[in-house]
């Protein structure tokens, strides 16, 4: 296994990338980390729309604010979030992990009741920034995952959302945009990010033990 801090300093924000195709059991591989990610109380709120059509690339790229990644990737990955926490959703969840564990469906009423009434309790708006978090962590072990098989990525939040969720008809189920992730190889040559030396807070800015 690779050095998980050795995998973290070698990958970066990726600026320019060559268009090579990444191979299929790659792109599986990265979408399989995500798909593992962990999510409060197990809702995953989110999916995750594969893009490799050069042109519908095309097309997202002015609504991306014309980012070099968008174009130049491999796969692109648009994260959409439920738009709101439904009792439909939460209850299919919890169906789907009855059915798959063969077990009665009211071993999990604590859970689903419990889950109706916090997210019930919020706005909608609070639904859908609870839901992004959520996406978060599953956009960050693609990354992770990617880097571990030499693999480059950039995440974005630089676009315009309504712009994109129409582009894509997200509304239609009931999702919204949060992330972007650009998934290729680095162009060595004309990426000017890559010679920059990785910069994070000093430790003891970044920890407190107590």
Avoid: C
Wanted: glycine share 6%.
């Amino acid at each position: 296994m690779k050095n998980i801090i050795d995998v973290l300093n070698w990958r970066y924000a990726t600026k320019k990338m060559t268009g090579k195709k990444v191979p299929e059991d790659k792109i599986h591989l990265i979408l399989e980390a995500a798909r593992l990610a962990p999510s409060g109380i197990g809702l995953q709120p989110y999916e995750i729309i594969v893009i490799s059509d050069p042109e519908i690339k095309k097309q997202i790229l002015p609504i991306a604010m014309n980012q070099a990644p968008v174009a130049g990737s491999s796969h692109l990955l648009v994260f959409a979030v439920w738009d709101e926490y439904s009792k439909e959703r939460i209850d299919h969840v919890f169906d789907y992990l009855a059915e798959k564990r063969h077990a009665d469906a009211s071993v999990y009423d604590k859970q689903r009741n419990f889950s109706k009434q916090f997210f019930g309790s919020m706005s909608i708006e609070e639904n859908f920034h609870h839901a992004a978090k959520q996406a978060n962590i599953a956009l960050g072990l693609a990354i992770v995952a990617a880097a571990s098989e030499g693999i480059d990525t950039t995440p974005m939040e630089g676009f315009d959302p309504a712009g994109l969720d129409e582009f894509l008809n997200l509304s239609a189920k009931g999702l919204r945009s949060s992330m972007l992730l650009a998934i290729g190889y680095r162009d060595e040559e004309n990426d000017w990010n890559l010679k920059n030396e990785k910069i994070r807070k000093p430790k003891e800015e970044f920890l407190t033990f107590l």
